[in-house]
């Protein structure tokens, strides 16, 4: 008998003897159903939720559950893999990217891979819940994560999309504007307590309201800048409102700024000041004294957009950089918009308060 699989990404025939049909349906919207005839039972593998929203620090829940239809007389040696494909991934022209494995499980064996090792568990809240269990989520945990069920031969699989809450924020380097090149820039947003954001957190944060007239690079590669109000020298007033890209640049030679992308912190940012105000070495102590240390520039604007951190007083941050955030704008504040201000990278001689971080 023949075989027929219909994807997106292939169309073939190939000869099974022992099967009669198959048919292979991965539709582009929800629900993700993937099913599969052998020997008169059909497997399904299926997800009720495509995308999933997490914060930092949390677990959370990716489903991915399988069924026999009709339900097999014997056990079946049903094996479960969960591959993933991380956000940060740069694109590549292959038209299948590298996934690597997450965790694999056999009957009640099961083992887990990587920087997943530990923190990753199956639910299996009923016969058939496969969904995967991630604890303590990491920044860099995004990205697409593929349960595929394997029975025998054939296997099935279907795909959910894990992506974090948080803030996207533009960054330079103390040199000034257009000195980071894309390893330069993976590594600023890091120091920051943050990751180089994805094309979709710039999408998420552009349709929020960021206008950045700086292109910066993204994880993927590309080198893009958001804006919301056309305007001339950010791409021209004739330009639709949206993402501007320069596409893939050289990862080596090409300088820009960073787009970094912070998610949701543990501690407390505040603001400490001194009578007189302090110069950089001394916020540090000050800070210490406190028991914390100085804030990053990711853990401001995460206090700032999470937890709705306002403050009119300009402080220091780790970086050397000067900065408020402002929720409600008002007068002697900054202008008319919500956002982190900026006094770049003052002489550390100069005196401020500053944000600990605790
Ligand atoms: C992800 O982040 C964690 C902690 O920030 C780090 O230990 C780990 O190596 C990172 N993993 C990858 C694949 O970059
Ligand atoms: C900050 O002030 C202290 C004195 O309180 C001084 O010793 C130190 O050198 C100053 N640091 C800078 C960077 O100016």
């Known amino acids: 008998s023949w075989v027929y699989s219909v994807s997106f990404k292939h169309l073939y025939q190939i000869e099974i003897p022992s099967v009669t049909s198959v048919f292979s349906v991965q539709y582009p919207y929800l629900p993700v159903v993937d099913c599969i005839y052998f020997n008169g039972i059909r497997l399904h593998v299926e ?8 914060t930092r620090g949390s677990s959370v829940t990716l489903p991915c ?15 479960v893999k969960w591959s ?17 494995e997450v965790m694999v499980a056999m009957g009640n064996r099961h083992r887990s891979y990587g920087s997943f090792r530990g ?4 639910r299996r809240s009923a016969p058939g819940d496969m969904s995967l269990v991630i604890n303590e989520l990491q920044l860099n945990d995004t990205g697409r994560y593929r349960c595929e069920v394997i029975d ?15 803030v996207v ?21 890091l120091d920051q307590d943050a990751t180089l954001a994805t094309l979709e957190q710039l999408l998420t944060a552009w349709e929020d309201g960021l206008d950045w007239c700086n ?38 030679l090409h300088r820009y700024d960073a787009f970094c992308f912070s998610a949701a912190i543990k501690g407390d940012v505040y603001y400490l000041s001194y009578p007189g105000m302090l110069n950089f070495t001394e916020a540090a102590q000050v800070c210490a004294t406190d028991g914390g240390q100085v804030a990053k520039v990711g853990q401001l604007y995460a206090a700032w957009q999470l937890k709705g951190l306002d403050r009119c007083d300009a402080g220091w941050l780790a970086d050397g950089s000067v900065r408020y955030p402002i929720r409600k704008p008002r007068a ?5 918009q919500p956002g982190v201000r900026s006094f770049g990278f003052p002489a550390p001689h100069r005196k401020f308060g500053v944000y600990c971080y605790k």
Request: proline fraction near 9%; hydrophobic fraction near 30%; glycine fraction near 10%.
């Open 84 to 100: 993933w494909l991380p956000a940060n991934t740069i694109t590549s022209n292959e038209a299948f990217p590298l996934e690597t």
């Open 119 to 122: 923190r990753v568990r199956l």
């Open 332 to 336: 002697n504040c900054g202008p008319k």
């Open 169 to 189: 924020f533009p960054y330079n380097s103390p040199k000034g504007r257009y000195h980071l090149n894309f390893f330069g820039a993976r590594q600023v947003c």
């Open 215 to 252: 292109a910066g690079w993204l994880a993927d590669g590309t080198v893009q800048y958001p804006i919301t109000v056309p305007r001339h020298g950010c791409g021209g007033r004739s330009l639709a409102p949206g993402l501007r890209s320069y596409g893939q640049k050289h990862r080596l």
């Open 152 to 166: 025998g031969l054939e296997d099935e699989s279907v795909t959910v999309e894990l992506e974090m809450r948080g």
């Open 47 to 54: 997800s009720h939720q495509h995308l999933v929203s997490a």
């Open 65 to 79: 559950h399988y069924r026999y239809e009709p339900e097999p007389t014997e056990p079946r040696r049903t094996r």
